[in-house]
């Protein structure tokens, strides 16, 4: 058991908040009881997986995908006015981690998604917007662009998009950034990798794919994104005696 500003404060050291500057507030979102014996995880504060908490009696939630996000109407009306409704009546913590939990170097995002998928992990990118974001590693063998899109689906349970460079060439070194990332695809290129894996797609980046010659792989931003809160959770249940879970609220994008 914990005391929730305990729980809370330490996952804002363990991540590092104050190096981000994020599109929402990282940590505490929505205040329920002071002491936290069970929590649950999953992807995003959905309506579902707060249904899910209130049915097993969960003390707090922890998401990558939180609330209140730079440019959207604060008002507490419709969805969000419901959802928060939700966590209030039954007195549940929200707690969501945004870029830090992306790019936290145990417990992230993206290295718990390069263990999943067996990438070598070799660095990271140090400056820049992608700093800390973007991930870049190998594989033990060379596979063809079909062999890793199949290694792909089989691991994360989707089919991915494949977006392939001009040369078709072999794949064995892997750029990646978990979720809305697919502006990094440039980036990755610059750093001469085979391939580059996100969770979503853009139009022009079929273009630039075949442009800057380099594979590209649109995995799913859940998909890709489903690992971090998973270690995270399991940390603080181990860190703190907790009753943990994780919900997988299916979403095929």
């Not at 809370?8 to 590092?16: D, G, P, T």
């Not at 190998?138 to 596979?143: D, G, R, S």
Request: hydrophobic share 40%; proline share 2%; charged share 20%.
């Amino acid at each position: 058991m914990a005391r929730l500003r305990q729980l809370v404060n330490y996952c804002n050291e363990l991540l590092r908040v104050q190096d981000f500057r994020d599109y929402c507030p990282n940590g505490l979102q929505v205040e329920g009881k002071e002491e936290v014996k069970k929590i649950i995880s999953g992807v995003t504060a959905c309506q579902d997986l707060i249904e899910r908490a209130v049915e097993i009696n969960a003390d707090a939630i922890l998401v990558h995908h939180g609330y209140f996000w730079k440019s959207e109407d604060a008002s507490i009306v419709g969805i969000k006015k419901n959802r928060i409704a939700a966590l209030l009546e039954n007195n549940i913590s929200l707690l969501a981690y945004h870029l830090p939990l992306d790019a936290h170097g145990d417990y992230g995002n993206n290295v718990t998604l390069a263990r999943y998928l067996d990438i070598m992990v070799k660095g990271c990118v140090e400056q820049g917007p992608a700093k800390g974001l973007l991930w870049y590693g190998e594989l033990e063998k060379a596979l063809s662009a079909e062999q890793f899109s199949q290694h792909l689906a089989g691991r994360l349970n989707r089919q991915p998009l494949h977006l392939a460079s001009s040369r078709q060439q072999a794949i064995k070194t892997i750029g990646w950034c978990t979720g809305g990332a697919q502006a990094y695809i440039e980036q990755a290129a610059e750093l001469g990798l085979d391939a580059y894996v996100s969770g979503e797609v853009s139009e022009q980046t079929f273009h630039l794919a075949r442009e800057l010659d380099i594979h590209y792989f649109a995995a799913g931003h859940h998909a890709t994104e489903s690992y971090g809160v998973q270690a995270l959770g399991h940390h603080l249940a181990e860190q703190f005696d907790l009753e943990f879970e994780f919900i997988d609220v299916s979403n095929p994008v």
